[in-house]
């Protein structure tokens, strides 16, 4: 994308500049003029000479130059003709405003795939329809009917609201925040959030990328081009449309279990991308990492000058996980020393209500010299008696001396801190009214800073049968079966490395009661047949077989009995097995998410994993790291851990068959759902087994 | 308490009144003189003349007549002095301002227990030490130095801390908030949080009771009051200092699974108190109880000039189960024929970005008059061609004649709607600038709404033999034993209707073979020796034995093998219990919170309840329902629900296993944690039985 035409343009046409008030097309020229806008305009309407003072020009090309940029503001019904003119000027980057395309009916759907069609076709960059424009703060570019340009600033910000870009202007114009550029995509014809992505990761100008989205156009390449962005500039989602997936089609328990949401919750983790839960989670979150360094750790300072406050600072950093930072003795003495009426040196630190700024300052000095410290949030409960004023200039004044660690502000009152909660603001140190915010904000800042010093991802490669599994998945396309079962599944797992109950097929009582002494007892007997699915419904299975006379009394009864209830069905064998040991059962699954791609899931096995819900979910191909937390992350790791002694199960064979599956549906995107359930998994050094399995291929 | 003397008094005399400025002496003088307080002001203090223009009399007793109240700023020293002049006096209220005393060192202590008998033998109130004071703003009353007296209004607010009171006042200005009454009640060395409830629910200028609170003096009687005054007044509390517990020296699993927080939630619940996370929450809250009526239900209808706004409240609706209200064909009807351009009239209801106001307003009258709406939010995203004046004029206007239904507002900015904010907060709409805060504050109407009309408790009482569980009780504490074991576990359990395996006690291994034929097998064989509690570990239980034979050699060996274990103890028999049938293992449990009594608990059984910690919680006495509701609530529900056929479970039977032991806690205070694990259910229409229990009792 060519992000300068749009966003530091030297020219622009207004395309339906309107003499009305209330129009687009005058609401933009307007917020252009007033907000100084230092290049050229160009206004374009054939019915009316001129508009706020502007001369028009009946079309484009009687401009006689080619303006970087077009905004066009017409009716639907001229917006392709006009389209098709930027083009044939030479024109390269284009806004569209005018509403009433794909939000209103099937024909306006049409348009915008020809708004599409033309743009790819004429290399022309079509940001919209039904958008209210775009500003560029740092470059006086106000080009939309959003309010006044906001303040210039580090943040760039894509909105797919139109609504929710102005309400987060004029929010962050009431908190000081500035923004680098902003723009609302609207209905994305052409470019969409992910061109903003990498347009904001190409701009030196924008430190921190925010953005409000509802739909995702891409999701898999906008998580591949976050995945590398994040690492250099945080970004900051807003998703919105949080729908109860309710109960989906899916034949597997992973499928079931992976909502919509749990797919977005871990694809951003894994990828670094900050998920906000409101917009003002999100400006705040922003503000900080535009104006504060990386915090080094989790450890939290508190200086307060009331027990109040800080004791709701520290419930919040136990709720976030954060650590209250354990000052260092040196710390602690000289505090003692020198500030002898506070009321506790220990974090916390507490001050008198009426403190002196002094120490207020010194205070905060002598944390943020500590080593153990990794943030400071710096509070003040002002009342009468507290020298308010002094206070925030020692704040600010330490803050500018002292860059290396975050700080952050926490003035809890309103109207009587308002000039002071503006001197922070404007001095870069984020300022919050409660402390539950601020904490907030600090437990993003780390989260970040924990993402981008994880070790690099390192993804094994385990040796497998490759061309085993492509032959089975290839037959079952061709023959339009989408579920794979028993013997094939069994074959799938076995190359990629999953040892499955041993086991044969028989076609005879003798030969099953053969194959049962081969194996050795207690066995499992299986109808084979196709069609039958759910074999235990038509009497299909039989359990803990330990003769060879029970093996052939089962084998019999099976042949005699499934003919009855299921008359066509072919029996093509049925399948002796060895019972497994007892063991843990727990499950190893995978959805694909129709955006994301392939996400495993990790749970207790079993019947009641839909239930319990005790389940854990991370993007494929997993690191060893990741499997490793995917089982850290649940309850069900905490009850294996538990087992001791002679119970003791083996924990690492878990991670590693989640990774092995990882592998297999990383290799072959035709798996569509996968549920290993039960994967029996014992004592240390013994071999888990892969008891039942099921794949679901995507033959649509 | 004799609130009026404290909130409305006719006059007020300072003690320790004083010329310096920065002094509590003289700020709390400047605060009455500035917000006009219409009483008498006396000032005491035998060293000076005169403060602020006002003549100071030497000591109390010299003004010549009584002050309604009497406000101790004097350094700690003169007290204790003080007080008894108070007393002798006559004057009934005091408020202490000074500070140093509990919060300081132990002379500190024993000075606030002094103030607390003087207090109770004289007849004297004592707020305080370590206050800022209090504020009365509908008798312009500011007798504190928490900053400027706030607007008057509904709320009686009380804070244990200052600074948190000088906080919700500054914050509420910003808001528009008033008080009725603002009091910090400090150090509570005699009238505490429990005295003020109870005035404000006298006081009939307050309709929302709120407070801060980091310590609870007399939970239990605070509790009881709180569910007498509920009904009445909203009670709104937010309660700093969550810790975590950490491992406690608790016996029993539901004793270390009670966490203090989960005491506080459960209980909170129990009476109709409504818990809030940080001051915002609380005061948005407050707010709304104040000024819109009760919500009939929990429906809420929204309007919105722009999707991404709608969207955002439909998410926080899901977030917090509450429901999209479906408007009736007669509302959407009205609306398609009136509105034939907005972009949506399915609920959220979704304007043209530039509507009119008029729209607006008849958009909402409709969805207000639609019986099947709660609730409506009504919100705006301003931008360039938005009439936001107008709207929110046309919202107040339809506010004012409809006034039977909460309506919230949301206006989504900052800078721009200031005016409109205002507007809006003055009109008693509550104004909100994140539609996540509007929805929450309607969760806690909903809440609060259901549970003013949950029907009337009636715990039930089960026909039991009382007497034989007092003797065993009163056995163990004459003898100074804490955990009640085995037989008399049982006795106790079968004295309140719960069944237990069947089984005696064998003093040979004839007699042991002699009962396991009686009561059939397979029977289990468990060591019955004082001293022993943790059987297993010295091989004192042995299961599944289902011969005559194998009774009698797991009887003999356990009297062969326990000796060289325990050398020392005397083996008085064992016990031949029969098995019980499989079913689902629950947990039932009790343990007893230091401030508020028995919770009971609810939870899977087994060894993993700690693990999973899938348990629910609730304060006995408990009725039927919410023996129930504690089911309903876990995952474990889900379980036992879910079972079908020949497995399916019986609930109903674990509803009243739970009132069972919530009489026996109830009736017997002296038991201090219980567990009956597991409590085993079987298909309906079969009896549970409690496999195994534990009964602690309080010998402190």
Redesign the interface.
């Known amino acids: 994308m060519k992000w300068q035409l749009f966003f530091n343009p030297r020219s622009i046409a207004i395309v339906g500049a309107s003499p009305k008030k209330?129009k687009a097309g005058n609401?933009i020229l307007t917020?252009l003029l007033r907000d100084n806008f230092p290049g050229k305009i160009f206004t374009v309407n054939p019915n009316v000479k001129e508009v706020l003072g502007i001369t028009c020009f009946p079309d484009l090309k009687s401009i006689g130059q080619v303006p970087d940029l077009a905004i066009v503001t017409t009716p639907p019904e001229h917006v392709i003709d006009l389209l098709h003119q930027c083009a044939d000027t030479g024109v390269k980057a284009v806004v569209i405003i005018t509403s009433g395309l794909k939000?209103i009916d099937e024909h306006g759907t049409h348009m915008e795939e020809a708004i599409a069609r033309i743009a790819k076709t004429s290399g022309l960059e079509v940001i919209g329809p039904n958008c209210?424009g775009l500003m560029s703060p740092l470059n006086r570019m106000n080009a939309s009917?959003?309010?006044r340009l906001p303040l210039p600033g580090k943040i760039g910000y894509f909105?797919?609201?139109?609504?929710?870009m102005?309400?987060v202007i004029?929010?962050?114009?009431?908190?000081d925040i500035g923004f680098s550029r902003v723009v609302n995509i609207g209905n994305k014809a052409h470019l969409s959030e992910l061109d903003m992505l990498k347009a904001f990761a190409d701009d030196p100008e924008t430190k921190v990328i925010a953005g409000?989205l509802?739909t995702f156009d891409d999701g898999d390449n906008f998580i591949r081009q976050a995945e590398r962005i994040s690492p250099e500039k945080p970004i900051l989602l807003l998703k919105?449309?949080?729908?109860?997936a309710g109960a989906r089609a899916a034949l597997s328990h992973t499928g079931r279990l992976t909502g919509s949401e749990r797919a977005f919750d871990c694809v951003f983790e894994r990828v670094g991308v900050i998920r906000c839960?409101?917009?003002?989670h999100q400006l705040d979150i922003a503000r900080a990492f535009a104006y504060q360094p990386l915090p080094q750790g989790a450890n939290v300072a508190i200086i307060?000058?009331?027990?109040?406050?800080g004791?709701?600072a520290t419930?919040a950093i136990?709720?976030e996980n954060l650590q209250l930072a354990v000052l260092s003795d040196a710390t602690i003495d000289t505090l003692s020393t020198k500030l002898d009426n506070a009321?506790n040196i220990n974090n916390p630190i507490e001050l008198q209500?009426?403190i002196f700024a002094d120490d207020y300052e010194l205070a905060l000095r002598q944390v943020l010299d500590d080593p153990g410290v990794h943030h400071v949030l710096a509070m003040l409960?002002?009342?009468?008696?507290t020298p308010c004023s002094d206070v925030v200039q020692a704040i600010i004044r330490v803050a500018k001396e002292k860059t290396g660690k975050p700080i952050l502000a926490c003035l809890?009152?309103?109207?009587?801190?308002?000039k002071e909660v503006k001197q922070l603001n404007q001095a870069g140190i984020p300022q919050f009214?409660?402390?539950?915010n601020a904490i907030t904000t600090i437990k993003a800042m780390v989260n970040y800073s924990f993402w981008r010093s994880r070790p690099k991802r390192v993804v094994k490669l385990f040796p497998v049968n490759r061309r085993k599994v492509e032959k089975i998945i290839e037959r079952h396309l061709k023959d339009g079966i989408r579920e794979v079962v028993d013997i094939e599944v069994k074959t799938i797992l076995d190359a990629y490395g999953f040892v499955t109950p041993k086991g044969m097929m028989a076609a005879s009582p003798e030969q099953a009661a053969n194959i049962a002494n081969q194996i050795g007892y207690p066995v499992v007997l299986k109808v084979w047949a196709p069609g039958i699915i759910h074999k235990t419904e038509v009497g299909g299975v039989k359990l803990g077989l330990t003769t060879e006379e029970a093996v052939k009394d089962a084998f019999d009864l099976m042949m005699y009995r499934i003919p009855q209830v299921k008359p066509h069905t072919k029996i093509a064998g049925i399948l002796v097995e060895k019972m497994c040991d007892k063991g843990q059962e727990v499950i190893l699954g995978m959805n694909r998410d129709p955006r994301f791609g392939p996400l495993m899931m990790f749970g207790m096995g079993g019947k009641?994993v839909e239930?319990?819900?005790?389940v854990a979910f991370y993007p494929a191909p997993l690191t060893a790291e990741e499997a490793k937390e995917m089982l850290i992350s649940t309850?069900t790791y905490?009850?294996l851990a538990?087992s001791k002694g002679e119970e003791s199960i083996d924990i690492e064979v878990i991670a590693e068959g989640l990774q092995r599956v990882s592998q297999l549906v990383t290799e072959f995107p035709q798996i569509k759902e996968l549920d290993i359930n039960p994967f029996v998994v014992g004592r240390e050094g013994t071999t888990p087994v892969a008891v039942d399995a099921t794949i679901i291929l995507d033959i649509c």
């Open positions: 209330g609401a917020s939000e209210i009917f959003a309010g909105s797919q609201s139109g609504s929710v102005s309400a004029d929010m962050a114009r009431s908190m409000y509802e919105a449309g949080v729908t109860a839960a409101s917009i003002n307060a000058n009331a027990g109040g406050a004791i709701m419930d136990e709720r009321l209500g009426n409960t002002p009342h009468e008696l809890l009152g309103g109207k009587r801190v308002e009214s409660f402390p539950e009641l239930i319990l819900k005790d309850r905490n009850i538990a």
